[in-house]
Protein backbone atom coordinates (compact mmCIF):
# COMPACT_ATOMS: atom_id res chain seq x y z
CA UNK A 1 0.00 0.00 0.00
CA UNK A 2 1.18 3.74 -0.48
CA UNK A 3 0.67 6.40 1.55
CA UNK A 4 0.68 10.15 0.08
CA UNK A 5 3.96 11.36 1.38
CA UNK A 6 2.24 14.22 3.51
CA UNK A 7 0.76 11.41 6.29
CA UNK A 8 4.61 10.09 6.35
CA UNK A 9 5.82 13.68 7.38
CA UNK A 10 3.00 13.79 9.78
CA UNK A 11 4.22 10.66 11.37
CA UNK A 12 8.12 11.43 11.31
CA UNK A 13 7.57 13.45 14.82
CA UNK A 14 5.42 10.81 16.47
CA UNK A 15 8.29 7.91 15.83
CA UNK A 16 11.26 10.07 17.13
CA UNK A 17 8.59 10.53 20.92
CA UNK A 18 8.47 6.98 20.82
CA UNK A 19 11.66 6.34 20.49
CA UNK A 20 12.89 8.63 23.32
CA UNK A 21 13.48 6.73 27.13
CA UNK A 22 12.80 8.84 29.94
CA UNK A 23 15.60 8.91 32.64
CA UNK A 24 13.88 8.06 35.93
CA UNK A 25 14.37 10.91 38.68
CA UNK A 26 16.02 10.77 41.58
CA UNK A 27 13.77 11.52 44.31
CA UNK A 28 14.57 14.73 46.81
CA UNK A 29 13.53 13.18 49.43
CA UNK A 30 14.89 10.05 49.43
CA UNK A 31 18.54 11.94 48.86
CA UNK A 32 17.50 14.23 51.75
CA UNK A 33 16.98 11.31 53.81
CA UNK A 34 20.48 9.34 52.88
CA UNK A 35 22.16 12.44 53.86
CA UNK A 36 20.79 12.71 56.99
CA UNK A 37 21.25 9.25 57.86
CA UNK A 38 25.07 9.91 57.05
CA UNK A 39 25.52 13.23 59.43
CA UNK A 40 26.26 12.37 62.78
CA UNK A 41 23.60 13.74 65.12
CA UNK A 42 24.30 16.74 67.77
CA UNK A 43 24.41 13.60 70.69
CA UNK A 44 27.07 12.27 68.59
CA UNK A 45 29.15 14.79 68.20
CA UNK A 46 28.86 16.45 71.63
CA UNK A 47 30.04 12.71 73.39
CA UNK A 48 32.60 12.32 70.53
CA UNK A 49 35.82 13.12 72.78
CA UNK A 50 33.79 11.86 75.80
CA UNK A 51 35.64 8.75 77.72
CA UNK A 52 32.93 5.52 78.30
CA UNK A 53 31.64 4.46 81.35
CA UNK A 54 31.03 6.49 84.51
CA UNK A 55 33.00 9.57 84.59
CA UNK A 56 33.80 10.92 88.55
CA UNK A 57 32.89 14.79 89.12
CA UNK A 58 35.58 17.28 89.63
CA UNK A 59 36.08 17.60 93.14
CA UNK A 60 37.37 20.93 95.45
CA UNK A 61 39.92 20.80 98.42
CA UNK A 62 37.27 20.82 101.60
CA UNK A 63 36.58 24.65 102.83
CA UNK A 64 38.77 25.38 105.73
CA UNK A 65 38.62 28.74 107.90
CA UNK A 66 40.10 31.77 106.42
CA UNK A 67 43.86 31.30 108.04
CA UNK A 68 45.50 34.91 107.19
CA UNK A 69 45.52 37.62 104.95
CA UNK A 70 47.56 37.99 101.66
CA UNK A 71 49.01 40.67 99.81
CA UNK A 72 50.30 40.06 96.37
CA UNK A 73 49.92 36.91 96.69
CA UNK A 74 52.46 36.74 100.15
CA UNK A 75 51.54 34.48 102.96
CA UNK A 76 51.48 37.20 106.06
CA UNK A 77 50.40 36.28 109.46
CA UNK A 78 50.83 32.68 110.70
CA UNK A 79 50.50 30.26 113.71
CA UNK A 80 54.60 30.23 113.41
CA UNK A 81 55.70 33.38 111.96
CA UNK A 82 54.83 36.51 109.70
CA UNK A 83 55.38 35.91 106.32
CA UNK A 84 59.24 34.43 106.06
CA UNK A 85 59.66 35.46 109.29
CA UNK A 86 59.36 32.97 111.99
CA UNK A 87 59.33 32.33 115.66
CA UNK A 88 62.66 31.74 117.24
CA UNK A 89 64.73 33.36 114.86
CA UNK A 90 67.49 35.78 115.85
CA UNK A 91 66.89 39.71 114.90
CA UNK A 92 69.69 39.43 112.20
CA UNK A 93 67.88 36.39 110.98
CA UNK A 94 64.07 38.84 111.01
CA UNK A 95 65.82 41.17 109.33
CA UNK A 96 66.82 39.27 106.46
CA UNK A 97 63.56 37.68 106.40
CA UNK A 98 61.29 40.76 106.83
CA UNK A 99 63.59 42.53 103.31
CA UNK A 100 62.85 45.88 104.22
CA UNK A 101 64.28 47.97 107.08
CA UNK A 102 63.47 47.57 110.26
CA UNK A 103 64.02 50.15 113.45
CA UNK A 104 64.72 48.48 116.77
CA UNK A 105 67.56 47.32 119.08
CA UNK A 106 67.88 46.73 123.02
CA UNK A 107 69.17 48.99 125.31
CA UNK A 108 72.56 48.47 125.77
CA UNK A 109 71.72 49.43 130.17
CA UNK A 110 69.15 46.07 129.98
CA UNK A 111 72.43 43.85 128.05
CA UNK A 112 71.38 42.06 124.41
CA UNK A 113 68.80 39.84 125.93
CA UNK A 114 66.54 42.41 127.02
CA UNK A 115 62.94 42.60 125.53
CA UNK A 116 62.51 44.83 122.73
CA UNK A 117 60.60 45.35 119.46
CA UNK A 118 61.63 45.34 115.60
CA UNK A 119 59.09 47.53 113.85
CA UNK A 120 58.83 48.75 110.26
CA UNK A 121 59.19 52.06 109.63
CA UNK A 122 55.19 53.19 109.09
CA UNK A 123 54.59 51.18 112.94
CA UNK A 124 57.27 52.85 114.51
CA UNK A 125 54.91 56.00 116.08
CA UNK A 126 51.80 54.48 116.08
CA UNK A 127 53.27 50.95 117.04
CA UNK A 128 50.74 49.18 115.43
CA UNK A 129 52.79 46.37 114.40
CA UNK A 130 56.15 44.75 115.66
CA UNK A 131 57.95 41.49 116.29
CA UNK A 132 59.22 41.20 120.12
CA UNK A 133 62.22 39.71 120.26
CA UNK A 134 63.28 38.53 123.55
CA UNK A 135 66.33 36.16 124.89
CA UNK A 136 68.27 37.25 121.14
CA UNK A 137 65.31 35.53 119.75
CA UNK A 138 61.63 36.17 118.42
CA UNK A 139 59.32 35.75 120.55
CA UNK A 140 56.08 37.07 119.16
CA UNK A 141 54.53 39.51 116.93
CA UNK A 142 51.92 42.37 117.47
CA UNK A 143 49.22 44.24 115.37
CA UNK A 144 46.67 46.48 115.31
CA UNK A 145 45.53 46.84 112.10
CA UNK A 146 41.63 46.45 111.18
CA UNK A 147 42.82 45.10 107.74
CA UNK A 148 44.61 42.46 108.51
CA UNK A 149 43.81 39.05 109.55
CA UNK A 150 45.17 36.36 112.58
CA UNK A 151 45.23 33.38 112.02
CA UNK A 152 42.00 31.89 111.70
CA UNK A 153 40.48 34.85 110.65
CA UNK A 154 39.83 36.87 113.18
CA UNK A 155 41.26 40.71 113.17
CA UNK A 156 40.74 43.96 115.22
CA UNK A 157 37.66 45.70 115.16
CA UNK A 158 35.73 42.16 115.36
CA UNK A 159 33.22 42.03 118.10
CA UNK A 160 34.19 39.33 120.73
CA UNK A 161 31.22 36.85 120.27
CA UNK A 162 32.38 36.30 116.84
CA UNK A 163 36.28 35.76 118.25
CA UNK A 164 34.38 32.88 120.30
CA UNK A 165 32.30 31.30 117.55
CA UNK A 166 35.37 31.35 115.11
CA UNK A 167 37.64 29.44 117.55
CA UNK A 168 34.81 27.37 118.82
CA UNK A 169 36.12 25.25 121.37
CA UNK A 170 39.62 26.90 121.54
CA UNK A 171 39.17 29.88 123.31
CA UNK A 172 40.13 31.13 127.06
CA UNK A 173 38.38 34.21 128.10
CA UNK A 174 39.91 35.82 130.79
CA UNK A 175 39.28 39.62 132.91
CA UNK A 176 41.39 42.29 130.97
CA UNK A 177 44.53 42.93 133.53
CA UNK A 178 44.09 46.88 133.39
CA UNK A 179 40.52 47.73 131.80
CA UNK A 180 37.11 47.00 133.65
CA UNK A 181 34.91 44.93 131.25
CA UNK A 182 37.25 44.24 128.79
CA UNK A 183 38.53 40.53 127.91
CA UNK A 184 41.84 39.09 126.94
CA UNK A 185 40.98 35.78 124.48
CA UNK A 186 43.42 32.87 124.72
CA UNK A 187 43.44 30.68 121.46
CA UNK A 188 45.48 27.84 121.04
CA UNK A 189 45.90 25.33 117.92
CA UNK A 190 46.52 21.53 118.35
CA UNK A 191 49.82 21.12 117.11
CA UNK A 192 51.07 24.78 116.76
CA UNK A 193 53.24 25.65 119.56
CA UNK A 194 52.02 29.42 119.02
CA UNK A 195 49.32 31.21 120.52
CA UNK A 196 46.91 33.74 119.30
CA UNK A 197 46.42 36.33 121.74
CA UNK A 198 42.94 39.31 121.27
CA UNK A 199 42.58 42.27 123.86
CA UNK A 200 39.02 43.65 124.15
CA UNK A 201 37.72 46.69 125.13
CA UNK A 202 34.57 47.14 127.36
CA UNK A 203 32.25 46.93 124.78
CA UNK A 204 33.30 43.99 123.34
CA UNK A 205 35.74 44.68 119.92
CA UNK A 206 38.80 43.10 120.18
CA UNK A 207 41.50 46.21 119.85
CA UNK A 208 44.71 44.23 119.40
CA UNK A 209 45.89 40.35 118.72
CA UNK A 210 49.22 39.03 118.81
CA UNK A 211 51.14 35.34 118.29
CA UNK A 212 53.54 34.19 120.55
CA UNK A 213 55.12 31.72 122.30
CA UNK A 214 55.06 31.41 126.28
CA UNK A 215 55.44 33.07 129.00
CA UNK A 216 56.36 36.08 126.08
CA UNK A 217 52.73 36.01 124.51
CA UNK A 218 50.80 36.50 127.73
CA UNK A 219 52.54 39.90 128.28
CA UNK A 220 49.84 43.17 128.35
CA UNK A 221 52.38 45.11 128.98
CA UNK A 222 54.59 44.29 125.89
CA UNK A 223 58.30 44.77 126.53
CA UNK A 224 56.98 47.38 129.93
Same mark, same amino acid.
Given at each position: ??????????????????????????????????????????????????????????????? @?? %????? *? +??? $? =??????????? /?????????????????????????????????????????????????????????????????????????????????????? @?? %????? *? +??? $? =??????????? /?????????????????????????????
Amino acid at each position: MKYPLSSLLLCLPLLAACQRTPEPAAPAQDASAAQADAAPTDAEVAGADQPSGDVPPATAPPG @TL %PPRLQ *Q +GGQ $V =LARWDGYGDVR /LGMTAEQVRQAWGGQLEGAPDAANGPDACYYLRPKWAVQDRSFGFMMEGGKLVRYDSENPKELAPGGGRAGMPEADITTLYAGHVD @TQ %PHKYE *Q +GAH $V =LRVTQDGQAGV /LVFETDASGKVTRWRVGLPPQVDYVEGCG
